[in-house]
């Protein structure tokens, strides 16, 4: 088997970037996730006093915002592929978009289906909702109760790209990291 390629998602919150951040400190190459930047962007000097759980209620266009970040992790993913590592950890993986764009109720076109069946994870870890570490801040946008709704609105992503992922146990990041590394043994 060539380079190994494994997205870690979940629900906002649930410790997937701390994960990302430990595993590159422990040497492993990681891609790390984009949409938090984006939607700084998109609300640059937007007043909300709302709380908006949608970072799509910022942009003019959320079709291209959807697409843009489609494609980012799609370039990450390519980018993974060229290189000769023997594993990479994506912080989410292509499905999410689809994910988050059928719990917004916002319809996509056949690229973002054929992206997700040609970009394939070997493995797929998830993170489920947490309520004790859950935080929102100015990028996570989502209350908690959502957090725990685009849980199931991954699983369901993932399920229809003929995934499998592995629930990863609430625990330290160690743990956790540990947890991960030993099924990757398996594969």
């Not at 994960?19 to 984009?34: A, D, V």
Request: proline content about 5%.
């Amino acid at each position: 088997m060539g380079s190994i390629k494994i997205a870690i998602t979940g629900a906002p919150g649930t410790g997937k970037t701390a994960i990302i951040n430990e595993l590159e400190h422990h040497g492993h190459y990681c891609f790390h996730e984009i949409i938090r930047s984006m939607t700084a962007k998109a609300k640059n000097g937007i007043a909300n006093t709302e709380a908006v759980s949608n970072p799509l209620m910022f942009v003019d266009d959320p079709y291209a915002f959807n697409l843009q970040l489609l494609n980012s992790r799609a370039a990450d993913y390519s980018a993974a592929a060229q290189m000769h590592g023997p594993l990479y950890f994506f912080d989410r993986g292509l499905p999410d978009v689809i994910a988050y764009m059928d719990y917004f109720n916002q319809s996509y076109g056949h690229e973002f289906i054929t992206t997700c069946q040609k970009h394939r994870y070997d493995a797929i870890f998830i993170l489920p909702p947490w309520k004790e570490i859950y935080v929102s801040d100015n990028e996570r946008l989502e209350s908690f109760e959502q957090a725990e709704a685009l849980h199931g609105h991954l699983m369901q992503a993932y399920n229809k790209f003929n995934y499998n992922p592995i629930e990863v146990p609430k625990s330290t990041v160690e743990d956790r990291i540990t947890f991960i590394l030993n099924k990757i043994k398996t594969l």
